[in-house]
């Protein structure tokens, strides 16, 4: 009765965003005194696989199956409940990253299984089984006891701590009972995200919004954000725009990021914004308006004109580095 961890892979690589929901599966399967057994679709080598090991996986269910290669939620949602019934599994663990939020409701609905999606805590056992997340845009917390037999718990990428450690797991074969006719969308094209760092993986971010006047000045933030090691995200105006794709638009309706460097460009501050950003631990707003309400969120404020202020910071950045 070992707690599964769907370890999700992009080109055949682990993803950030698993090795931390790993390493949180770990230490749920210590509280509750079982293993911890991490699954992996798709091909992915060997040595990627006993290095799971590393984040607590005692054991990694390997489905090498290359129809798996790129995610399809509806059959990915069929082989994690196969995985889950074989292990007895009574707990399983997603990343809340775009797969995990796709997956993990419906993982929950056929097995019957409580979800918390978007948790921001590891169980508290003492009365029942209660994790913590985000509600109301982030005004709140919600604490929810899933009294079902099974449970199924997502949580925010950047939230738990990835401490590698030096086990190896044993990696077992899996065959998910899946045909050809399950396959109902052929992915017939990939591309790369701006070649970038996934967002909500992101230590750190460098986001603009209308104050960046227009999608030709994107430069400066994309210098400042080369010289940090920084993915770009923006407001959602930007977006609706079509300054910047919407895949970069964060907050309420866009993605929930939690960096451990928020650096917010030329963004007023709405509560539709804050929703996805205030859980960054560091927040810095580059505003030319004291009186934004974003400067009430920021832990470092500085009041100027993007223009001047965002290359001094890159230069400032680069003589660090240099
Ligand atoms: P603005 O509000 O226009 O702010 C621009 C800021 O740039 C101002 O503060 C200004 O002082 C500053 N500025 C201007 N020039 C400069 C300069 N040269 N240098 C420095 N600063 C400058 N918004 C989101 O971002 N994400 C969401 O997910 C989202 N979801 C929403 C959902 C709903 C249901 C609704 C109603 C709204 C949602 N919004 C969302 C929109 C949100 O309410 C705000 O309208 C939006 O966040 C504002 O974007 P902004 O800060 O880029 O633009």
Redesign the pocket.
Known sequence: MSILIFADQAQGKIKKAALEAIQYGAKVAEQLGTTATALVLGPVDAAELTALGNYGAQKVLHAADARLHEVESIVYTKAIAEAAEKEGSKVIIFPHNFDGKAIAPRVSARLKAGLVAGAISYPDTSNGFVVKKNVFSGKAFANINITSEKKVIAIIPNTFPVAPGTATATVEAFSPAISDADFKVKVVRTETVSGDIPLTEAEIIVS??????GPENWGILEDLAKSLGAATA?????ADAGWRPHHE??????LTVRPNLYIA?????????L??VNGSKVIVV????PE?P?FKAADYGIV????E?VPKLTEAVKKLKS
């Open positions: 603009g919004g209308r104050g960046m006047k923006s407001s959602r105006p930007v638009h964060v907050g309420q309706t866009g460009v030329g963004i007023s501050g709405a509560i539709q914004h929703a996805g580059i505003n030319k308006d934004a974003f100027g004109d993007a223009f202020v």
